[in-house]
């Protein structure tokens, strides 16, 4: 069994029209929200954290990652993926790991979770997913073998604290 978290990055900050989509940072309740994920997923086990190469989700991942202890690695290919290329990413990963979490974008998190789950819930900035893979290796993963077993907004998340 493994076990797939996708994270959606926080909200970036569009005050600044000459800054690049790739760098755009986050604003202020984005940095709150990642807090908040971050806490909500302390001393959870999770293998390796491969993050997209944009700021805004480097920026999410980095209070996550220290909260979770793992390893991060950033993945270009994470950044503007479709469901197919996040298929490829995940199927080259390493069978010694049971859990991984990707920090990425919208739409192709949403898309994706429907390609492994048959439907997703929207996913508003910093929204995290838990997916159940009954496989034994990461290349066993394809188009409807997920269960989506959690679903989580740093809203909700703020709402109940």
């Known amino acids: ?5 996708l994270l959606r990055h926080a909200k970036s900050d569009w005050s600044d029209p000459a ?16 807090t908040t994920v971050a806490d909500h997923i302390k001393g959870w086990h999770v293998d390796l954290l491969l993050c ?6 480097r920026e999410t991942a980095k209070p996550v990652a220290a909260s979770l202890g ?3 690695q950033y993945e270009e290919a994470l950044y503007a993926a479709v469901p197919g290329g996040l298929q490829e990413v995940v ?17 192709s998190l949403e898309e994706f979770t ?6 997703s819930p929207d996913y508003p900035t910093a929204a995290l997913a838990t ?7 990461w290349d066993q993963v394809s188009p ?13 998340l703020e709402a109940a604290n």
């Open 131 to 137: 997916i159940d893979l009954p496989t034994e290796t």
């Open 114 to 119: 429907t390609m492994l789950c048959g439907q």
């Open 52 to 57: 997209s190469t944009a700021r805004r989700a």
């Open 1 to 5: 069994m493994k076990t797939l978290y």
């Open 91 to 107: 199927h080259m990963l390493p069978d010694r790991f049971a859990s991984v979490m990707l920090v990425g974008h919208n739409p």
């Open 19 to 34: 800054v690049t989509d790739h760098d755009r940072p986050l604003n202020r309740r984005g940095k709150r929200a990642r």
């Open 70 to 72: 793992c390893r991060v």
């Open 144 to 156: 409807g073998c997920g269960t989506l077993a959690a679903f989580v907004t740093a809203k909700q």
